[in-house]
């Protein structure tokens, strides 16, 4: 008999997913391109389920059920383009290649392109959840040709995170949708991520907590609007006692954070579209920072400033922090959804942002009570431009919001870096502003440039030759 489905690259994730499809009943055929790894596989795992372990990647694709369906988790970059010229000579026409790596958008266009014109139909697929998720239940982001999606929907919507009965996995749309969908879930992540660590910061230096103590407030946030994996997981990373010494864990590890690229790639996506992603984007500066670490070793003796620490009622402090997290929370979702929206008109994708909220809800990092909001946001206003825009959004910012000026001005006085909670502060006041100060940058602009500005009191566009006689001149419509 043959396998429903292939998977070639069995590090951690790819190993994971075929086990996943494997216990669930559907016939897997495994395949590493160093041969030693598969018979790894299958002395680990082989009696898990229908699994057919392949040496090389002919018995690979002679293993598979025809149109066949080849899974590709590689590490992404040229390891992707280089899996596909190696199958593409041993495919029939209506194979489906399936990269299921976190690959950047352009790249899965291309290769589509180039699949397409070999007969062979690509799908770049997103797939979050770690390693647990991609075993027990992922959240699946699939993109491509829809008849292609529907080859394998039955095993992708099989093997996701199931939320209220509902699969974490639906066709998000053309080309390169689903990367570029998951990239933005990563955005979305780090942003997630540097609040917590913000948040973490100021409990830590302001109102003087420890580690443990602070994993304490994460379990109870946890249990409410903040409900969310990351900050489940905050807790116990925050509990952990180091076995060398003693102490936490956190207080040992290097402070320099590391990062792959969908965090970037989706800032310098943001500044292409021309929307505003300040939060996304500091979070990826912040990382950015932390990795100068020499510099700021010298700072650190250099420039001068506060040393955060006391002062503050603790409680009230520790409430402000949490209505903070949540407000910059909202922010960080609502400017990443408006980028989906943005980039979807742009590519004509067509996506669905409440059912990317919906497979959103379960087995991937960003999981989420709230999501549950954002999708019920968007099932009565399908074409939303703004997520804070909705009564829910709306008023939970405002009750949150004079808790938020508070730590702001708390963290700036005391010289704690906030980079992602101001900057979903300034987001917000700059965006519900009717009036503001770009009519100067206009000003200045026309003055060094003659780039000439529009009237609120006229149609058409305008000069004024500021140096010379000080004349306006209508320069258009
Ligand atoms: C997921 C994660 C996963 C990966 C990130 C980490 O959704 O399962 O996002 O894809 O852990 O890419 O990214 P950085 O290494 O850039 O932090």
Redesign the pocket.
């Known amino acids: 008999e043959k396998s429903r489905i292939g998977v070639t690259g069995l590090a951690v994730m790819g190993a994971n997913l075929a086990r996943n499809m494997a216990r669930r009943g559907f016939p897997v055929a495994v395949h590493n391109r160093t041969t030693s790894k598969t018979t790894e596989f299958m002395k680990d795992f082989g009696d898990e389920g229908p699994f057919t372990g392949a040496e090389t990647l002919q018995e690979f694709v002679d293993a598979l059920e025809t149109p066949r369906k080849i899974v590709v988790m590689v590490k992404a970059g040229k390891p992707v383009d280089a899996v596909i010229d190696e199958l593409a000579p041993l495919l029939d026409a209506g194979d489906i290649i399936i990269d299921a790596g976190?690959s950047h958008f352009p790249d899965t266009d291309r290769r589509t392109a180039y699949c397409a014109e070999r007969n062979l139909r690509f799908m770049g697929i997103g797939v979050?959840?770690?390693e647990e998720?991609a075993l027990l239940g992922p959240s699946i982001m699939p993109g491509g040709d829809v008849a292609a999606y529907s080859e394998v929907e039955e095993i992708l919507t099989t093997i996701a995170a199931q939320v209220d009965g509902t699969p974490c996995c639906t066709h998000v749309g053309a080309g390169g949708a689903g990367h570029y969908v998951k990239m933005v879930?990563?955005g979305i992540?780090y942003a997630d991520i540097q609040l917590i660590a913000e948040a973490y910061d100021l409990l830590t230096h302001v109102a003087g907590l420890s580690a443990p103590e602070i994993g304490k407030i994460f379990e109870e946030w946890n249990s409410g609007d903040l409900e969310s994996f990351l900050c489940e997981i905050t807790a116990k990373v925050l509990a952990k006692t180091d076995d060398t010494t003693g102490g936490p864990l956190v207080d040992v590890i290097a402070d320099q954070a590391?990062?792959?690229?969908?965090?970037r790639w989706t800032a310098m996506n943001a500044l292409e579209l021309g929307v505003p992603l300040t939060g996304i984007t500091e979070a990826v500066f912040a990382r950015t920072l932390s990795s100068l670490a020499d510099e700021r070793q010298k700072a650190s003796t250099t420039l001068g400033g506060p040393t955060p620490g006391g002062g503050e009622n603790r409680d009230d402090l520790v409430e402000d922090i949490r209505q903070a997290l949540y407000a910059s929370k909202v922010v960080a979702y609502a400017q990443g959804f408006a980028q989906m929206r943005a980039a979807s008109i742009e590519q004509g994708w067509d996506l669905d942002l409440g059912s990317m909220a919906t497979i959103w809800r379960g087995g991937?990092?960003i999981r989420a009570q709230f999501l549950n909001r954002i999708r019920d946001a968007y099932a009565e206003h399908p074409d939303l431009d703004n997520l804070l825009m909705v009564p829910y959004f709306t008023e939970a910012v405002a009750n949150a919001q004079d808790s938020w000026r508070r730590v702001v001005t708390t963290a700036t006085e005391q010289g704690v870096a906030i980079p992602a909670f101001s900057s979903s502060l300034s987001y917000y006041d700059g965006y519900r502003r009717e009036r503001g100060p770009a009519n100067l940058i206009q000003g200045l602009r026309d003055f060094f440039g003659a780039h000439g500005y529009r009237r609120t009191d006229a149609d058409g566009s305008f000069h004024t030759r500021w140096a010379q006689d000080g004349a306006e001149v209508r320069t258009g419509d």
Do not use: F, P, R, Y
């Open positions: 976190n979050s959840g770690g998720g879930h990563n992540e590391e990062q792959k690229g969908t965090g991937c990092i």
